[in-house]
């Protein structure tokens, strides 16, 4: 119901040293696997051989819309002899007339030979195999163009498909099956600035002109080769306005289990880009939509039969909504507090049951966060620091009845206040009987520090002796004396 709710409010590598003769010859102007070694399915081996060139007559981009860092980097990979484009989000995002936030590049020349090429370069990543090209102040991601896997020249070290998911992929190849490989048509075209031309091996630039969301192949093969594909699909279509093709949104909701094999922390990545990118809303009423939400946030499935549960779904609109008008401010957002209020209402389902084994409400609220964050944990790692700002805001609701005194002045000075207050007015929408506190809290902020005291009942700052001040208990523990050392003379 918690989640119908919602939609009714819309909808890594080892790699072993690869030597080069192991190489073998990426404004708008659209109106069951075994550990080893297994050859990708044909599936997913389109029959376009021969790619599409479109001019730039035809896809307007402009070069000048590209860091100069990116096209250096590819100009000096062509000088040296190899090919060398512009790929992936950066293309698909400027036909689609945005402005992408980094450069990736795709090359014929593998991770050695990239480093050869530039001085200022990194070799990074185990399950692909990556070069950063450090130009002036920016990163450039310079991948290889990676092949099929099919050869039976290739070792475990190289491809490795466990489970029907890719888990080490170091196989290098042409441009096509580098394209061919590539999750969405739109993410596979190719820009070549020299001539300033799009290659497209797979009709990307279709799919583009009519806003669709297509996957290269099989979609169910894609989606187990790597299933978070499935919250790729929904971020797209959510932060690009694009429309999933039927074959890529049917198979979606009978593969949302297979997300529990994705570690944890590559999970909170997904969210993070999920939630935080301006379109929070549109992508939980999507990842609802797919029943990913719950493989997501098991806890809050639990919570369904909550009395709260109308209160629980209109806050966490509310929620996403101000998450979305900070982005489009450029206002700051933090992972943290969207946590706050997605496991809210699971935190009081276990503080209710904690209350009742005779704790008092902080040993509850603190036993409660705990297991509750460790659970979370299991599905998606939510780093300390965002954990400890989730539970720093839940205890400090049971703090704001405090309004007189040393309690609210030390409430108003700790470095949490301010995202506490901003949980605090969103209960007070829903709950009206925190209203009256989140008023005071409210008009407080507009005082003057000399009001601010008198409105807490504390005496004015300069008949005040600092008893209000917290200081740091010194401590107890004594130098450690040196021992006496014998100076009389031997004899």
Same mark, same amino acid.
């Given at each position: 119901?918690?989640?119908?709710?919602?939609?009714?409010?819309?909808?890594?590598?080892?790699?072993?040293?690869?030597?080069?003769?192991?190489?073998?010859?990426?404004?708008?102007?659209?109106?069951?696997?075994?550990?080893?070694?297994?050859?990708?399915?044909?599936?997913?081996e389109p029959a376009i051989t021969e790619p599409e060139y479109i001019p730039s007559s035809e896809h307007g981009i402009d070069k000048r819309q590209i860091s100069s860092g990116c096209l250096s980097t590819i100009a000096r990979l062509q000088q040296a002899g190899y090919t060398a484009y512009l790929v992936g989000g950066a293309v698909r995002d400027l036909l689609l007339g945005?402005?992408?936030?980094?450069?990736?590049?795709?090359?014929?020349?593998?991770?050695?030979?990239? &480093?050869?090429?530039?001085?200022?370069? &990194?070799?990074?990543g185990r399950r692909f195999r990556l070069a950063h090209v450090y130009a002036g102040m920016e990163t450039i991601?310079?991948?290889?163009?990676?092949?099929?896997?099919?050869?039976?020249?290739?070792?475990?070290?190289?491809?490795?498909?466990?489970?029907?998911?890719?888990?080490?992929?170091?196989?290098?190849g042409s441009e096509h099956e580098d394209a061919v490989r590539r999750d969405f048509t739109a993410n596979a075209l190719f820009y070549e600035p020299g001539k300033q031309?799009?290659?497209?091996?797979?009709?990307?630039?279709?799919?583009?002109?009519?806003?669709?969301?297509r996957l290269i192949g099989d979609a169910q093969t894609r989606y187990r080769e790597d299933p978070v594909r499935m919250l790729r699909a929904v971020r797209f279509a959510s932060s690009r306005n694009l429309s999933l093709a039927d074959s890529v949104n049917q198979p979606i909701p009978k593969l949302a289990h297979l997300l529990s094999q994705v570690p944890p922390a590559r999970l909170f990545d997904?969210?993070?880009?999920?939630?935080?990118?301006?379109?929070?809303?549109?992508?939980?009423c999507n990842l609802v939509k797919y029943q990913?939400?719950?493989?997501?946030?098991?806890?809050?499935?639990?919570?369904?039969?909550?009395?709260h549960l109308l209160q629980t779904t209109s806050m966490l609109i509310s929620a996403l909504h101000n998450t979305d008008k900070r982005v489009a401010q450029e206002l700051p957002v933090t992972p943290g507090f969207l946590f706050a209020v997605l496991l809210w209402e699971p935190l009081q389902l276990r503080i209710t049951v904690l209350l009742k084994q005779n704790l008092n409400h902080n040993q509850a609220m603190i036993q409660a966060?705990?297991?509750?964050?460790?659970?979370?944990?299991?599905?998606?790692?939510?780093?300390?620091?965002?954990?400890?700002?989730?539970?720093?805001?839940?205890?400090?609701?049971?703090?704001?009845?405090?309004?007189?005194?040393?309690?609210?002045?030390?409430?108003?000075?700790?470095? &949490?206040?301010?995202?506490?207050?901003?949980?605090?007015?969103?209960?007070?929408?829903?709950?009206?009987?925190?209203?009256?506190?989140?008023?005071?809290?409210?008009h407080l902020q507009t005082l003057n520090p000399e009001q601010q005291?008198?409105?807490?009942?504390?005496?004015?700052?300069?008949?005040?002796?600092?008893?209000?001040?917290?200081?740091?208990?010194?401590?107890?523990?004594?130098?450690?004396?040196?021992?006496?050392?014998?100076?009389?003379?031997?004899?």
């Amino acid at each position: 119901m918690y989640l119908h709710l919602i939609q009714l409010s819309v909808t890594t590598k080892v790699i072993s040293n690869i030597s080069d003769s192991q190489f073998g010859c990426y404004h708008n102007r659209f109106g069951d696997g075994r550990h080893g070694r297994q050859p990708l399915p044909a599936a997913i081996e389109p029959a376009i051989t021969e790619p599409e060139y479109i001019p730039s007559s035809e896809h307007g981009i402009d070069k000048r819309q590209i860091s100069s860092g990116c096209l250096s980097t590819i100009a000096r990979l062509q000088q040296a002899g190899y090919t060398a484009y512009l790929v992936g989000g950066a293309v698909r995002d400027l036909l689609l007339g945005r402005v992408p936030k980094d450069f990736d590049v795709a090359t014929s020349a593998t991770p050695e030979q990239v &480093r050869r090429v530039f001085h200022r370069c &990194r070799l990074i990543g185990r399950r692909f195999r990556l070069a950063h090209v450090y130009a002036g102040m920016e990163t450039i991601e310079v991948a290889t163009f990676r092949g099929s896997g099919n050869s039976d020249t290739h070792t475990e070290h190289e491809h490795l498909i466990q489970d029907g998911r890719i888990v080490r992929d170091n196989v290098f190849g042409s441009e096509h099956e580098d394209a061919v490989r590539r999750d969405f048509t739109a993410n596979a075209l190719f820009y070549e600035p020299g001539k300033q031309q799009l290659i497209d091996y797979v009709g990307g630039y279709t799919d583009l002109k009519q806003r669709r969301l297509r996957l290269i192949g099989d979609a169910q093969t894609r989606y187990r080769e790597d299933p978070v594909r499935m919250l790729r699909a929904v971020r797209f279509a959510s932060s690009r306005n694009l429309s999933l093709a039927d074959s890529v949104n049917q198979p979606i909701p009978k593969l949302a289990h297979l997300l529990s094999q994705v570690p944890p922390a590559r999970l909170f990545d997904e969210v993070c880009k999920l939630m935080l990118s301006g379109t929070a809303y549109k992508a939980t009423c999507n990842l609802v939509k797919y029943q990913l939400f719950t493989q997501l946030f098991p806890d809050i499935q639990a919570s369904i039969d909550s009395q709260h549960l109308l209160q629980t779904t209109s806050m966490l609109i509310s929620a996403l909504h101000n998450t979305d008008k900070r982005v489009a401010q450029e206002l700051p957002v933090t992972p943290g507090f969207l946590f706050a209020v997605l496991l809210w209402e699971p935190l009081q389902l276990r503080i209710t049951v904690l209350l009742k084994q005779n704790l008092n409400h902080n040993q509850a609220m603190i036993q409660a966060s705990q297991e509750l964050l460790f659970e979370q944990s299991r599905t998606i790692a939510l780093p300390r620091r965002f954990g400890a700002m989730c539970r720093e805001i839940w205890v400090m609701q049971h703090r704001f009845r405090h309004i007189c005194g040393k309690r609210a002045i030390s409430l108003f000075t700790e470095v &949490r206040f301010r995202a506490a207050y901003d949980f605090l007015l969103l209960r007070a929408e829903q709950e009206p009987e925190f209203r009256e506190q989140a008023e005071w809290w409210s008009h407080l902020q507009t005082l003057n520090p000399e009001q601010q005291r008198k409105k807490m009942g504390l005496p004015p700052a300069s008949n005040n002796n600092g008893d209000d001040k917290v200081h740091k208990k010194r401590s107890s523990r004594r130098k450690r004396k040196r021992p006496k050392t014998d100076t009389a003379p031997n004899n």
